[in-house]
């Protein structure tokens, strides 16, 4: 018995529908991560939004908010006039401020020290902070 081939258009619309599948494949996993950084964005708004309200109960301010949520190397960050504030599941919430903060950036910040792991701490008559790869 002999086979036969086809004919062009089947062939066409074989290779077609196998196109149109892996086209929906990609898109659903682009949607999917798409969707994952939206919520992993608002949990790290809401314990940045948290981490802003317990440092105002504490008489805290870092002056005017200057971006709302901003991906960083392994986090998230909100910035303000007078400091930054960095977030991320493992570390939670810190902030940094003024010469630390300056030295932080100036050394790569998220994507040289790692995210701080503490918030700005007093230690004999100076202030520091730790951070994840320092």
Request: glycine share 12%; net charge positive.
């Amino acid at each position: 018995m002999t086979r036969c081939a086809p004919p062009p258009a089947v062939r066409f619309a074989g290779r077609l529908t196998s196109l149109v599948l892996v086209l929906a494949l990609l898109v659903g996993g682009l949607a999917s991560t798409a969707q994952a950084q939206v919520s992993e964005r608002e949990q790290a708004r809401s314990a940045l939004d948290a981490k802003e309200s317990q440092l105002a109960a504490q008489g805290i301010s870092f002056g005017a908010r200057l971006s709302d949520v901003d991906p960083v190397n392994g986090g998230w960050q909100r910035r303000y006039a007078g400091g930054h504030v960095y977030w991320s599941a493992a570390t939670g919430a810190h902030f940094i401020l003024g010469a630390i903060l300056g030295r932080y950036l100036a050394l790569g910040g998220a994507s040289g020290l790692g995210l701080p792991t503490t918030d700005e701490l007093a230690v004999a008559g100076a202030r520091k902070n730790e951070f994840a790869r320092a």
